[in-house]
């Protein structure tokens, strides 16, 4: 008899008693998964010890400053904050704006990124150009297969051969 686990069910069973799946990655594929998630990781890291040594450096210099002229420059500091999370929030209102409007002019919500602008307008514009650019692409392509014709009505191409 096998060894049952915690589940009850066999160890070399897999869960839900679906095969795993099997992935086809070469090792090209696999090193450049890799060093994605590195560049990635590396990105934030090095963000992270930039914000972090930014505020090691504003204590250094409080910690410097008088009494009085420490309170004034941490008020400072704390509107400062405000008012870049304030701007964030902003944008990020606008993105999710940008989204719906994209998806009322039946583009891709994903494009939202692309077409964001410093204000509503600028965002509003960018989409009707975008909207007409892809306008224009789907009409190229349209009148290009038009072009070609459609096969004639008895189901034959006209190169096809009917001996």
Known sequence: MTEDNAAGTKPEE??????PKKLDLTQKDLDELIGKVRTETRTQSEKEIAKLRSEYEEKAKLAALKEEERAKAEKEMEI??????????????????????LAKTELDPSFAP???GEDDETTAGNIAALKKQVEALVKKQVDGSLKTGAPPKGGTAANENTN
């Open 14 to 19: 897999p869960l839900g008693g679906a095969e």
């Open 80 to 101: 400062k904050k405000l008012n870049d999370e304030l701007a964030e929030s902003k944008r990020a209102l606008r993105l999710k704006a940008a989204e719906a409007e």
């Open 114 to 116: 692309m077409v964001l």
